[in-house]
């Protein structure tokens, strides 16, 4: 087969490229390990930043999302029995968010694909990036049996954190920067009301917990819980208990319970690859870096990837400019830095270390109230939750 983009992975990196591409004329193939309903089941954050809002309807897939998804002006820290309300429109200039799940905006963007006959191969196996120093790259996979090669000029490796793409770039270029939390989040997804009209981050001493939500009967929780703690250990009613014991008083007495219709423990990381390209390959999204989900970065991160990297191949093929693709990882790499320093400092802000000093501890109760008594704290939390400028 031949495309002119071969793009690895189906999740919103991938699906959102390959549709950009396609409105201008570019053609892609989309690489997917796995069933689409698999991809499909997976639950993910759901806060939108207004960059990625107006590429979403730019790029044609916003109808849904502008039915059912939620402007939110501002959101609730708690902490010490205090709710501070960070009013994110009046602190920013105007900006919001949008409330609507990661998972329904890759659905959308799969049927928007399907419509337009977009080229979507998904339980493609042993996908291989080939001859990426040379401007013949190709890309190998196997399916029922078969073996594949799609000729491509540019690859785009969209394949999340363990996909291959970035391990296709040789050790000796490629630099690798982490931290690993000592905890993880434990989340819900239940079909009650939210407690909530907004959001409420808990800063807590039994650890942190989280309230957000999907739509007016669609509520997901979180809470902090250790690193090597499994779900099965937590009934529903273990579950909804610590969350209360984590809240404030108000929304504690008002929080309505049922039954978790999802259950999952995630892992907290930060994590940078540099650079984000070599040769014909460029990775975008999970593939280049993680954060942890406190601040919801991951999904408005991989969408500036795409809008620097959607922005280069079109200059590439419309005026023959290469500029945008040798800036590419520089360009995605400066605001990357900057959410990964964002949702660094919102993780250690919120969450209970296991390993902290009672100094440790002074800093992080005086760095809350200092927030809660400062609007120039408060502007600078607003600006980086509403999203940096692309
Ligand atoms: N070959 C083909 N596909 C692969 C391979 C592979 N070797 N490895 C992984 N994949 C697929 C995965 O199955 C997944 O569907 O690549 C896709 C990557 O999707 P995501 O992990 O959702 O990453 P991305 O599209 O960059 O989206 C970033 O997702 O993980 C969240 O927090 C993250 O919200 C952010 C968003
Ligand atoms: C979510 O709704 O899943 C969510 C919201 C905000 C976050 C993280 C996750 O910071």
Known sequence: MQTQVAIIGGGPSGLLLS???????????VLEQKSRNYVLGRIRAGVLEQGLVDMVRAAGVGERM??????????????????????????????????????????????????????????????????????RPYVT????????????????????????????IPKSVLREYEKVYPFGWLGVLSKTPPVSSELIYNHN?????????????????YIQCSMNERVENWSDEQFWEELKKRLPEQAAQEIVTGPSIEKSIAPLRSFVAEPLS?????????????VPPTGAKGLNLAASDIYYLSEALIDH?????D????????????????????????TTLLHKFPQNSEFDNRMQETELDYLFSSEAAQKALAENYVGLPY
């Open 19 to 29: 549709q950009i591409l396609h409105l201008r004329g570019i053609s892609s193939i």
């Open 66 to 135: 502008d039915k059912e998804g939620h402007p939110h002006s501002g959101f609730d820290i708690a902490f010490h029995g205090q709710r501070k309300r960070i009013d994110l429109e009046g602190l920013s200039g105007g900006k919001t968010v949008m409330v609507y799940g990661q998972t329904e905006l890759t659905l959308d963007l799969y049927e928007a694909r399907d419509q337009m006959g977009g080229h979507i191969v998904h339980e493609a196996e042993n996908v291989t990036p080939c001859e990426l120093e040379t401007d």
């Open 141 to 168: 996979y196997e399916k029922g049996g078969n073996i594949y090669r799609i000729d491509c000029d540019f690859i785009a490796g969209c394949d999340g954190f363990h996909g291959v793409s970035r391990q296709s």
């Open 205 to 221: 001493d039994r650890g942190f917990a989280l309230c957000s939500m999907r739509n007016a009967n669609l509520s997901r929780y």
């Open 278 to 290: 070599y040769g014909r390959l460029f990775l975008a999204g999970d593939a280049g870096h993680i």
């Open 317 to 321: 093929y419309k005026k023959k400019s």
């Open 323 to 346: 500029q945008g693709l040798k800036d590419y990882s520089e360009k995605a790499l400066k605001r990357i830095w900057k959410a990964m320093r964002f949702s660094w400092w919102m």
